[in-house]
């Protein structure tokens, strides 16, 4: 089994996808901070506001009624794990906009990520504006489980082939979302707070402020 994993890790490495200082791991490991939020359908629902032309709210059962999106991502955590290929399912902020569900006022520029116990993370507008930026509820064809984020978590990751993306670590996108809010100026979250690099690019290892 390590062979093996250490085999698929050279293979990625040649090919481009491992960024420096990051190792493949074959599970998907666990990491928040805090418990897990319990889910009630009939209570839940999801906000967007700020700079926005109409702030829009929406229950569970309306946000499962909007276009969905599939996208294949290779996934890199700030704790230096990699995950490679995933498949998530969800909502892309993008189609939002070109459908005139959601519609900006023109001095937005960021974008904070409101989930359940107060917690936020950032992320510049023309960031999650990309491909790669994903309001998802399934992984690998099956729904969130609690522990990844059931039932909405952003999610961010390279897309391969796609090196006209930026692609900040994994943390840039918040489990148990709540809301999206949209803002002029840049507010770091949680994390970014606490020491984390604020822009997070994964192929400079932007993990910390120096």
Known sequence: MFKRRKDAEEAMKKAGRLPPGQALTEKFPVLHYGPIPEFNAATWDFRVWGLVEEERRWTWDEFQQLPRTRVVMDIHCVTRWSKFDTVWEGVS????????????????????????????????????????????????????????????????????GRDDLQTPYFWKGAKWLRGLEFTREDRPGFWEQAGYHNRADIWKEERLWR
């Open 93 to 160: 902020l993008r189609t939002l906009f070109e459908s005139g569900l959601v519609r900006l006022q023109p001095e937005a520029r960021y974008l904070i990520e409101h989930a359940e116990y107060g917690y936020t993370t950032n992320l510049p507008l023309e960031v999650a504006l990309q491909d790669n930026f994903l309001l998802a509820t399934h992984y690998n064809g099956e729904p969130l489980t609690p522990e990844h984020g059931y039932p909405l978590r952003a999610v961010i990751g390279h897309i391969p």
